[in-house]
C-alpha cells in the first residue's frame, strides 16, 4: 500500500505512520511544507501524488482558540477534509478522516454510539461535525474514525502531563466530573489497518480503547502506572476539581462522552484492550525512569 498521511506530526498521525511503515510505503506532510486552510494549494499536492490510501491527521484541535479562529478552524476541520475526500475519490483509494468525541453535548450517559444524533456545545465540535458530513457524503467508502484523549509516544499528551507535575509536587489535580474513554495512538493503528481491505465497508466508527473513565480516574491511573515501573514520584494521588470550576475555559466542553466501539468490533472482529492495559503498556515503554545506579 502507499499511504499518504497529513498532519505527521501530530500524536496520532505519526503513530500511525511508523507503525504501518512496517508493512506499508508511507509518506507523511506536515507544517510548515503543508497549510490545509490554502484549500487550492492542498488540491494541487494531492493531484500531484499518487496513493492507495489518505490519512487525514491534521486538525484544529485547541477547543478555546477555535472559538476565537473560527475561520481558520472550519477551513482546517471542515473545508480541508472534503478536499482530501474529492482527491481520494478521484484516484480511487481509501480514505480516513478523523474526528471527535466533541460532536456529543454529553448529556447521555450511556456510551454514544454511532447512531447517536450529534450536537456539539462549540465551534471545535460544529467543524468537525461539518468535516464528518463533507466526508461521509463524498462516498461510501470513506472512513470517519472518532476518537477521544488520545495518548502516544509522539507527543506529550495528558498522561505525560500529569507525571510531570507529580515529579516535582505533592499536589496534582484534574478534573474529575467529565468523562471519555483514552486512546491509545499505537492500538489505533492495529485496529485501523483491516480497512485497507476494500472490501471492509466505509462509514462512521468509534476508535478508542475500551471502557470510561474522569481525567482525574485518568491521570490517577497514570500516576499508579508510574510508580509501579519505578519512576520517583512525589505523589500518586490526583485532587479532584470541578468542570464549572475552570473559569479559564472559553468554550463549553461536553461532561459524558464515553463511545461504544460495538461497530468496530463488529466490522474488523478486534475487540479494543482497556484503556488502563493500554496506559499501562504506555507507561512502561515510555516513561523516563530514573539513571541506573
Known amino acids: 500500500m502507499k499511504i499518504l498521511i497529513l498532519g505527521g506530526r501530530g500524536r496520532l498521525a505519526a503513530a500511525l505512520a511508523r507503525e504501518w511503515s512496517f508493512a506499508h510505503e508511507t509518506v507523511c506532510f506536515a507544517r510548515p511544507e503543508l497549510d490545509v486552510a490554502d484549500i487550492p494549494a492542498l488540491r494541487r499536492l494531492l ?3 499518487e496513493f492507495d490510501a489518505l ?4 486538525g484544529l484541535t485547541n477547543v ?4 476565537s479562529r473560527r475561520g ?8 480541508a477534509p472534503a478536499a482530501m475526500a474529492a482527491a481520494a475519490r478521484d484516484q480511487g483509494a481509501r480514505f480516513i478522516h478523523f474526528s471527535t468525541d466533541y460532536v456529543f453535548d454529553g448529556r447521555n450517559l450511556a456510551p454514544y454510539t454511532e447512531d447517536d444524533v450529534p450536537n456539539p456545545l462549540g465551534w471545535y465540535g460544529r467543524t468537525k461535525l461539518d468535516g464528518e458530513q463533507a466526508v461521509l ?3 461510501p467508502s470513506h472512513l470517519v474514525v472518532r476518537v477521544s484523549w488520545v495518548f502516544g509516544p509522539d507527543k506529550p499528551g495528558f498522561p505525560d502531563m500529569i507525571l510531570d507535575r507529580a515529579r516535582t509536587s505533592p499536589r496534582v489535580e484534574a478534573i474529575a466530573d467529565k468523562f471519555s474513554s483514552p486512546t491509545y495512538a499505537c492500538d489505533v493503528a492495529a485496529w485501523l489497518e483491516p480497512f485497507f481491505d476494500p472490501s471492509l465497508p466505509g462509514g462512521l466508527y468509534h476508535a478508542c480503547n475500551s471502557g470510561g473513565c474522569s481525567w482525574r480516574d485518568y491521570g490517577e491511573h497514570a500516576l499508579q502506572c508510574a510508580a509501579a515501573a519505578g519512576l520517583p514520584l512525589a505523589t500518586t494521588e490526583v485532587a479532584p476539581i470541578r468542570l464549572a470550576d475552570m473559569k479559564a475555559f472559553k468554550a463549553l466542553r461536553p ?5 461504544s466501539t460495538k461497530k468496530l468490533t463488529r466490522v474488523t472482529g478486534i475487540v479494543p484492550r482497556p484503556w488502563q492495559i493500554a496506559l499501562s503498556e504506555y507507561i512502561k515503554k515510555h516513561a523516563p525512569l530514573p539513571p541506573a545506579r
Open 55 to 58: 490519512v487525514n491527521g491534521t
Open 47 to 49: 493531484a500531484s501524488r
Open 72 to 79: 481558520e478552524a472550519r477551513a482546517v476541520n471542515a473545508l
Open 137 to 139: 457524503a463524498d462516498g
Open 255 to 259: 461532561a459524558h462522552t464515553i463511545l
Open 64 to 67: 478555546d482558540d477555535c472559538e
